[in-house]
């Protein structure tokens, strides 16, 4: 069993940044697909980012708009989404997932989330 554990979340200004990480226990960290979503009030969940094994192959939703950086540390289990330019309506609780892409076509493995709130 795999268990993720977000972190880094807060309120900032709009125009601000923060770092979320996403940490991973077990050893076969560097197996899983790590993908971010986000859910804000009344809203469905939403995809942002994700990133490959090794970290070379990213995808981000539209609306990051080269403003988020999503980047991995497979020595310390750990996924990093860097967010800058932040704006209200990016704020959500933000999930972090992993899946096995051999074998899974969904998420496997969920945080409970971090709270994003950007102030205007």
């Known amino acids: 069993q795999v268990q993720v554990v977000e972190s880094g979340g807060g309120l900032v200004q709009a125009g601000g940044s923060l770092r979320l990480s996403c940490e991973a226990s077990?050893?076969?960290?560097?197996?899983?697909?790590a993908g971010w979503f986000r859910q804000a009030p009344g809203k469905e969940r939403e995809f942002v980012a994700s990133?490959?094994?090794?970290?070379?192959?990213?995808v981000y939703a539209a609306f990051v708009k080269a403003r988020f950086t999503l980047s991995r540390d497979n020595a310390r289990n750990t996924v990093y989404l860097q967010m800058n330019s932040l704006k209200p309506e990016d704020t959500a609780v933000y999930y972090c997932?992993?899946?096995?892409?051999?074998?899974?076509?969904?998420?496997?493995?969920w945080g409970e989330g971090t709270q994003v709130t950007v102030s205007s």
């Open positions: 997932a992993l899946r096995n892409d051999d074998y899974a076509s969904q998420y496997e493995y």
């Open positions: 077990g050893r076969t960290f560097s197996s899983y697909r």
């Open positions: 990133i490959g094994r090794s970290g070379s192959s990213t």
